[in-house]
């Protein structure tokens, strides 16, 4: 079967910096996204890999290791508008979208 | 970026009654378009996969019946929730694929049914 895993909940503190683990087994990749939602409001687009290495994008990097199955993102500076859950989703081989259950991202003054 | 608006935004209706929530790519076009519903405090659950003049694709477990998908256009789908009942409130979420892999989500619909 397809499984993405990613924590369910984590704690940081406004101004550090925290980095959220997604790692996944599915049939063929096509690349991976990492979505911001706050609650109540749909998915916001975030970061997309489809190559090995980090791609940073000012606050925010997304870092992919295909062999791996893993990636990461970045969060530095954190903000308290930053609290949101963070969903990581990876393409299979028939262009599908699976989904993590997301990674709730609790920032405390 | 790219846009994709969905309207209405948040609907109440009554049991019984039928509700269409429309989802529209406003500066592309899309030849496939995705729906999902969220409960509270869960995932987004993947409803059925539409594409462009064919019929739309249910994930297992979705009522094809229920939920009406016409994807008439390549920049609007629409879902249509049938004889709606309460356990059928949730949020509703459209997102439209540009070329193979790029997807963009609507803002949502919140669908109340009393």
Redesign the interface.
């Known amino acids: 079967g397809q499984n993405i895993d990613q924590p369910t909940e984590m704690t940081a503190t406004e101004g550090a910096i925290v980095q959220i683990n997604c790692t996944y087994q599915t049939s063929g990749f096509n690349g991976l996204f990492w979505y911001q939602q706050h609650a109540g409001e749909a998915p916001t687009f975030l970061s997309y890999n489809v190559l090995d290495g980090l791609e940073e994008k000012g606050r925010f990097s997304s870092f992919l290791s295909r062999s791996k199955g893993y990636s990461y993102l970045l969060l530095k500076e954190l903000q308290m508008k930053d609290s949101a859950s963070y969903l990581c989703a990876v393409i299979d081989s028939n262009y599908q979208l699976i989904w993590g259950a997301g990674t709730k991202l609790i920032i405390k003054p | ?1 790219a846009v994709v608006s969905q309207h209405p935004s948040w609907v109440i209706c009554k049991s019984g009654t039928s509700v269409k929530i429309e989802c529209r790519s406003l500066d592309f076009q899309a030849t496939t378009m ?1 729906w999902y519903r969220q409960f509270p405090k ?3 659950m ?1 409803m059925a ?1 539409s594409n462009e003049g064919s019929k739309a694709t249910y994930e297992q477990g979705v009522e094809k019946d229920k939920f009406l998908i016409n994807h008439a256009s390549l920049t609007l789908s629409t879902l249509t929730v049938t004889s709606a009942h309460p356990e059928d409130s949730s ?1 509703y ?1 459209c997102s439209a ?1 540009r070329g ?9 619909t ?1 669908l109340t049914v009393t």
């Open positions: 970026g995705f869960q995932s987004l993947l996969t949020f979420i694929r193979d892999h790029e997807q963009y989500f609507g803002p949502g919140r």
